[in-house]
């Protein structure tokens, strides 16, 4: 008995087959993520340490030689490779190709963890698996304002509606001019008072921040007591006591300020806040990007006048033209592929149930990229087989070039 013989008698339970597949592909091409690049799993993890006054040499010590003690003993380490500069540290380490990076990441975070007591204080420290979803896919520029106050919009108002958009990752603001409460000390005061600046800088951290002082019970609840005395002004932070009745504004200057300035943002050559958009493992830049805009839409008549919302990078073009390159090629290929069999075979209706692979394998292909956990584009080039007897018609799609990560 021949195999013909046998998938003749099962031909119901082939189309049944079939058609699930047919079904189930269909559905894959609507759910499949759409991403510039393919998802890859890099055996690597990038530990940042900045926020520090120190110098390079100082970091040295201070900072990047403990973090490199404390992750070098982690399972799987093969390399640790650190830059130190003014302030700040990155440490990149390598791990064997086989290791569970997901559980790696635990590990160096727990030792990051362990170490972060004999680092300098008030140091922000990232740990982060290296991937291709750690780059933005969206940014957008907010124009037309002073710089502190375009960044307060964007880190108050714009980043918290964005953060809630389904498969969004981080959204970093980013602006030339950060606001914050300067208190500028008289070192001639604080010695006459017998005060360090540590000593004024101690009592302002414990004052203006919210504590529980205890809890009082009554009528069968406990009800939880609570200070709340953060600083919202400058004469909030000058009327905190030091010592002995000695109050801040009578040690130093309190005024409003911003930060030392380590970055200029500008967009069009006016000053501008940075609005940096990436995607979590798995989402759809396409989905992600449509959100994106419609919120930034949605935004435009509540902002102050003058103050605008603008794309300057929109991954999701990229995608949109390697999918229509894709598809264009899948069409293409599809429509010489039946020409081809019908010059040759001269017959239109076995012509016909030939052609009917085409679409099926495309969707049986979707359904199985889908299980693999792949997404569409993959890689800068993209293909299609289409199978029809024994001809095969290989196409490849130019899609836009984009930078390697």
Known sequence: MKLFDILSRQRRFIY???????????????????????ELNFSRIAVVAEGSTLGARQVVFSVTRPLEEAVSVVPGVTRVRS???????????????????????????????????????????????????????????????????????????????????????????QGSDVREIE????PAQLAAAQLTYRDMADAIRQAI??????????????????????????????????????????????????????RIIAGDGKPAALLNITRQVGGNTLAIADSVAAIAAALAPTLPPGVHLKPVYDQAALVRDAVSAVRDAMLVGAALAVLVLLLFLGHARITAISATSIPLTMAITVFVMNLIGQSFPRSRRSWSSCRSGCCRVWSASSSPRSPRP
């Not at 049944?16 to 690049?37: N, R």
């Open 83 to 173: 830059h130190s500069i003014r302030g700040a540290a990155e440490i990149q380490i390598t791990f064997a190709p086989t290791t569970d990076m997901a559980y790696a990441l635990q590990l160096v975070r727990a030792r990051v963890t362990q170490v972060q007591g004999q680092l300098p204080p008030d140091l922000a420290i990232q740990v982060e698996r290296l991937a291709p979803s750690l780059f933005p896919i969206l940014s957008y520029n907010l124009e037309g304002g002073d710089p502190a106050t375009l960044y307060d919009i964007g880190r108050y108002q714009i980043k918290p509606l964005i953060s809630r958009v389904p498969g969004v990752g981080r959204v970093d603001v």
């Open 183 to 186: 208190v500028i000390a008289d």
């Open 209 to 262: 921040t919210v504590q529980a002082v205890g809890c009082v019970a009554q009528d069968y609840r406990q009800y939880l007591i609570v200070t709340d005395q953060e600083a919202r002004s400058p004469d909030d932070v000058g009327a905190v006591v030091v010592r002995n009745g000695l109050r801040v504004r009578d040690l130093a200057a309190v005024q409003l300020g911003t930060e030392d300035h380590v």
């Open 16 to 38: 049944l087959v079939v058609s699930l597949l047919s079904a189930a592909g269909v559905w894959a091409a609507l759910v499949l993520p759409s991403a510039i690049y393919p």
